[in-house]
């Protein structure tokens, strides 16, 4: 057993973290660390830096213009970003979309939407969940019914993430209405800008609206932009969510999540120290912080056995539930760190208490970051799917 | 033992129920002030008619359930105090009560300091602070009186995770009268802390209620989602967390009046249940709901942040378990 990064590991890790010091804004990363909302063009700024590296999208293979790294070297990116407080990578074309194109797209639709990923010309957001449909996704609704050589969609998606700044949205929409309920599901790329497309956003409780509704009222996609084949979306979108897991863990978000706590910590004043001197709060920070070191070695080996062809399994549900209950009890502990000073609730454009930023950080990233096991798959839906695989033995 | 309430206070609840299912928003202040509801929560002495354990509990658990977000607590301590250091305070003026500091969790006294009858530093997430009519500042030991146009003092006003207004106060030589020791007013204070833990227990109660609704109502495979044994297990936990907050809270009020020991490690179980379970009904309600439970738009995400505000208000959970360990006084 070797636990240590190979040297060309540590040289991919140097480069990158030489990388984020020369091109990462320290504002922009204050922004990240403070839980801001990023406009558009900081967004997509950032990915044109990582793009002109060749960097964008790590998880590509090179022949689609993709970085092509392995999953370790996709690890040490993303903990590398998160802990410098780069701005995350906006999935839905990259982490998502890309993938199902590769795998499951005609030859036309990888060569039209794939650059565009890339370039920044389209910015993609995701069609699945439907208010009746969130967990229980193969119950979707919203259907498309093909008329000549277009579809003609009708129907609602939620939750669809930053889909305010979308032109493009990948659909998961009912073509059959008969049968099994997953064998009537077709995978469609809409265009935003076609008429009859909607968007509302939807106001979240620490203020922010990062999320949306959609609707669609008789909206005619060419046929052409059905993915693979009719009724076979359920399959696309499995495969999509395989990938979107991948990096579920967030053992980076959570590692600068505990740099920011002990840093918080060692400032605040409890019965007239530093409260990381507190016994008692020390030992819940060591407990977290014991929980992560654990964790983060559960994600390598994971990678690890994924590296070497073994299919990954109930493992990243395993990590998914995991990650998330370790976010959020660091969220928890920041807040509580706070004590009396966690009451404000300001978030950009409100003023708030002078120089408590970071306060009013704590409780907004607490209230967002509920979503962290909601999202994704629930983390009851992860348990399910450990349950029943145990079941089966 | 007699766990009922008294006619009284029967009748205290009635009126209370009725007023909070007719008014809302701006309207419901002056319709507490009309039915004389601030005078409940202070006694004969205080120049009220009741301030026991059981009528500001039963108060504040009404307003928590109706989620009324009023600066009613600070003016229940205020007035009190006043009252008590012998300068009765005008009935429907707001005051403000001024405790938390920045830079500290709950430590008194770091960011501010006396000199003689000046007070210079600052103070912060002061509910109510915008129009009231006087404002009770604590420093290291001690409760003081400032005038809401006291030379030298700064209002930095903006919102409260309870949809309150709260504000910075920034003091600057600004002229202040001492009222007298901190630990004089123990009781005024433990008040306080019982009329954030009811106001609590309320709004935990009707979270719990309205997920108990959702998971009854919302269907997923095919089934309410209480029909799955995962989430109807952790509503029946929900259950069982409430009763125990309830009695924290009956415990408490209980023993407002008994002697500071005693009555301190009653004050101190009950914050600490409350703040315990508060923030696992905050959590877990919205789990429970997935992500509607997130949006503005439906009734519980400001339920959540009132949860989390008043666990956070005068002393949170981890500040009296660390107390009540130790066996030290609430206030000292």
Same mark, same amino acid.
């Given at each position: 057993m070797d636990m240590s990064f190979t040297p060309e590991e540590t040289a991919f890790r140097d480069d990158i973290r030489a990388f984020l010091k020369a091109e990462?804004?320290?504002?922009?990363?204050?922004?990240?660390?403070?839980?801001?909302?990023?406009?558009?063009?900081?967004?997509e700024g950032w990915h044109a830096k990582l793009q002109s590296r060749g960097w964008l999208a790590g998880n590509w293979p090179k022949e689609f213009g993709g970085a092509g790294w392995t999953a370790i070297q996709r690890h040490i990116f993303e903990e590398e970003s998160a802990r410098a407080h780069a701005p995350r990578i906006v999935p839905f074309g990259i982490a998502m979309l890309g993938p199902v194109l590769q795998k499951f797209g005609s030859k036309e639709q990888q060569d039209h939407w794939l650059p565009r990923?890339?370039?920044?010309?389209?910015?993609?957001c995701q069609g699945y969940s439907e208010?009746?449909?969130?967990?229980?996704?193969?119950?979707l609704r919203c259907e498309a019914v093909r008329d000549g050589d277009h579809y003609v969609v009708n129907g609602q998606k939620t939750w669809t993430t930053l889909g305010q700044h979308a032109n493009m949205i990948f659909c998961l929409v009912?073509?059959?209405?008969?049968?099994?309920?997953?064998?009537?599901?077709?995978?469609?790329?809409?265009?935003?800008?076609?008429?009859?497309v909607t968007v509302r956003p939807i106001v979240l409780l620490d203020g922010t609206a990062e999320v949306n509704e959609v609707w669609f009222d008789n909206v005619r996609v060419p046929a052409a932009n059905l993915v693979g084949e009719e009724n076979q979306g359920w399959t696309y979108a499995k495969y999509l969510l395989t990938h979107e897991r991948t990096n579920i863990a967030g053992v980076g978000f959570a590692t600068a999540a505990l740099d920011n706590l002990k840093r918080v910590a060692k400032a605040q004043r409890h019965r007239g120290q530093p409260l990381s001197d507190d016994p008692l709060f020390a030992a819940e920070m060591a407990g977290v912080e014991i929980e992560l070191m654990a964790m983060s070695t559960t994600n390598l080996?994971?990678?690890s056995a994924a590296a070497q062809g073994q299919a990954p399994g109930i493992?990243?549900?395993?990590?998914?539930?995991?990650?998330?209950?370790?976010?959020?009890?660091?969220?928890?502990?920041?807040?509580?760190?706070?004590?009396?000073?966690?009451?404000?609730?300001?978030?950009?454009?409100?003023?708030?208490?002078?120089?408590?930023?970071?306060?009013?950080?704590?409780?907004a990233t607490w209230l967002?970051?509920?979503k962290l096991s909601i999202y994704g798959g629930s983390n009851e839906v992860q348990r399910s799917i450990i349950s029943g695989a145990l079941a089966k033995g | 033992m007699d766990f009922q309430l008294s006619d009284d206070h029967r009748m205290l609840q009635d009126s209370l129920r009725g007023i909070l299912a007719r008014h809302s928003g701006e309207a419901l202040m002056p319709a507490l002030l009309e039915a004389g509801v601030p005078q409940a929560l202070l006694t004969e002495a205080e120049g009220g008619f009741d301030g026991s354990g059981a009528a500001v509990a039963l @108060?504040?658990? =009404?307003?928590?359930?109706?989620?009324?977000?009023?600066?009613?607590?600070?003016?229940? @301590?205020?007035? =009190?105090?006043?009252a008590q250091a012998g300068q009765p305070a005008d009935d429907g003026a707001t005051i403000a009560f001024a405790d938390a500091e920045p830079g500290t969790r709950y430590d008194r006294g770091v960011a501010i300091s006396v000199d003689g009858d000046r007070l210079t530093g600052r103070k912060t997430m002061v509910a109510g602070a915008e129009g009231a009519a006087a404002i009770i500042v604590t420093t290291a030991d001690a409760l003081w009186l400032v005038a809401p146009d006291a030379a030298g003092l700064t209002v930095r006003p903006y919102p409260l995770m309870d949809d309150q207004r709260g504000a910075d106060l920034i003091f600057e030589a600004t002229p202040a009268t001492r009222l007298g020791a901190l630990a004089d007013f123990d009781t005024v204070l433990a008040r306080g802390v019982l009329a954030h833990a009811a106001y609590a227990l309320g709004t935990l109660s009707a979270a719990v209620d309205l997920t108990l609704d959702y998971l009854r109502t919302r269907k997923q495979f095919g089934q309410p989602l209480i029909a799955f044994q995962a989430l109807a297990h952790r509503a029946a936990d929900l259950s069982v967390e409430v009763e125990q907050a309830r009695s924290a809270v009956t415990n408490f009020a209980g023993h407002l009046d008994a002697d500071a020991p005693l009555r301190d490690r009653h004050l101190q179980a009950c914050k600490v249940t409350l703040g315990r379970v508060a923030r696992l009904v905050a959590e877990e309600s919205v789990q429970l709901h997935g992500g509607i439970g997130m949006t503005e738009e439906y009734a519980l995400g400001g339920m959540i942040r009132r949860l989390l505000a008043a666990d956070t208000a005068m002393g949170d959970a981890d500040f009296h378990l660390e107390r009540f360990a130790r066996g030290e006084p609430a206030f000292a």
């Open positions: 990462l804004d320290p504002a922009l990363a204050r922004k990240v660390r403070l839980h801001h909302d990023l406009t558009k063009a900081e967004m990923i890339l370039n920044g010309d389209d910015w993609w208010p009746g449909a969130g967990s229980d996704l193969a119950s009912r073509t059959n209405a008969t049968g099994k309920k997953q064998e009537g599901i077709s995978f469609l790329l809409i265009d935003m800008e076609t008429p009859g080996r994971m990678l493992e990243s549900s395993m990590l998914k539930i995991k990650g998330t209950q370790i976010r959020q009890r660091l969220d928890a502990l920041t807040r509580r760190a706070y004590g009396g000073q966690a009451m404000a609730l300001t978030l950009e454009g409100n003023e708030g208490p002078e120089g408590a930023d970071e306060a009013l950080a704590a409780s967002n970051n509920r | @108060i504040f658990e =009404a307003l928590g359930r109706a989620g009324a977000s009023l600066p009613l607590i600070g003016t229940m @301590i205020g007035a =009190a105090a006043l």
